[in-house]
C-alpha cells in the first residue's frame, strides 16, 4: 500500500509540474503574500509621529518595502515590519514601535505573529528597542501606563475619526 501511495503522488507531482500548475500555485502564492503585505502597510501608514503632525509613512519612517509577510499555515501569517527613525538617536524609536504592535494587534483581520524591528543601522540603540518592541510581557507593562496608553492612542487614531 506504501509503494502505491509514493508511485500515485509521484505520478501526481510530476503531472502538476510538466502542466505548469505548481509554477501558477507558487506566483499565486507569492501574490497573496504581496496583497496581505500592502494590507499591513495600509494599516500601519497612517500612524502619527509622535513628535510631528505628519504620519509615518509622510516621514519614510515606514514603507511598503518596510513589509514583508510569509505564510506560516493555512490562514496564518508571519509579518516583519523593518522602520527606520528619522534620526539615529530618536528618543521615541520605541514608542513608534509599540504603535505599530497595537494598531496591527487591532486591526488586522487574519491570525498573525508580529516582528518589529528597527531597520538595520539607522538608530544607535536598535538592538535593545528591538528586545522590547518584541517582548509581548514590556509591551502589555507598557499599555497598561495611562500616560503612554494616551500617547499610543493619540499617535494610531484614524484622522477621520
Given at each position: 500500500?506504501?509503494?502505491?501511495?509514493?508511485?500515485?503522488?509521484?505520478?501526481?507531482?510530476?503531472?502538476?509540474?510538466?502542466?505548469?500548475?505548481?509554477?501558477?500555485?507558487?506566483?499565486?502564492?507569492?501574490?497573496?503574500?504581496?496583497?496581505?503585505?500592502?494590507?499591513?502597510?495600509?494599516?500601519?501608514?497612517?500612524?502619527?509621529?509622535?513628535e510631528k503632525p505628519n504620519t509615518l509613512e509622510e516621514l519614510d519612517v515606514v514603507s511598503?518595502?518596510?513589509?514583508?509577510?510569509?505564510?506560516?499555515?493555512?490562514?496564518?501569517?508571519?509579518?516583519?515590519?523593518?522602520?527606520?527613525?528619522?534620526?539615529?538617536?530618536?528618543?521615541?524609536?520605541?514608542?513608534?514601535?509599540?504603535?505599530?504592535?497595537?494598531?496591527?494587534?487591532?486591526?488586522?483581520?487574519?491570525?498573525?505573529?508580529?516582528?518589529?524591528?528597527?531597520?538595520?543601522?539607522?538608530?544607535?540603540?536598535?538592538?535593545?528597542?528591538?528586545?522590547?518592541?518584541?517582548?509581548?510581557?514590556?509591551?502589555?507593562?507598557?499599555?497598561?501606563?495611562?500616560?503612554?496608553?494616551?500617547?499610543?492612542?493619540?499617535?494610531?487614531?484614524?484622522?477621520?475619526?
Amino acid at each position: 500500500m506504501g509503494i502505491v501511495s509514493y508511485l500515485l503522488s509521484f505520478t501526481v507531482d510530476r503531472l502538476l509540474r510538466i502542466s505548469g500548475f505548481s509554477e501558477n500555485k507558487n506566483v499565486l502564492s507569492a501574490r497573496k503574500m504581496d496583497e496581505k503585505a500592502l494590507e499591513v502597510y495600509d494599516v500601519i501608514r497612517t500612524i502619527r509621529d509622535p513628535e510631528k503632525p505628519n504620519t509615518l509613512e509622510e516621514l519614510d519612517v515606514v514603507s511598503e518595502k518596510c513589509v514583508q509577510v510569509q505564510e506560516l499555515g493555512e490562514d496564518e501569517y508571519l509579518i516583519v515590519i523593518r522602520f527606520s527613525p528619522t534620526v539615529p538617536h530618536c528618543s521615541l524609536a520605541t514608542l513608534i514601535g509599540l504603535c505599530l504592535q497595537v494598531k496591527l494587534q487591532r486591526c488586522l483581520p487574519f491570525k498573525h505573529k508580529l516582528e518589529i524591528y528597527i531597520s538595520e543601522g539607522t538608530h544607535s540603540t536598535e538592538e535593545d528597542i528591538n528586545k522590547q518592541i518584541n517582548d509581548k510581557e514590556r509591551v502589555a507593562a507598557a499599555m497598561e501606563n495611562p500616560t503612554l496608553c494616551e500617547m499610543v492612542e493619540q499617535c494610531i487614531m484614524e484622522p477621520d475619526d
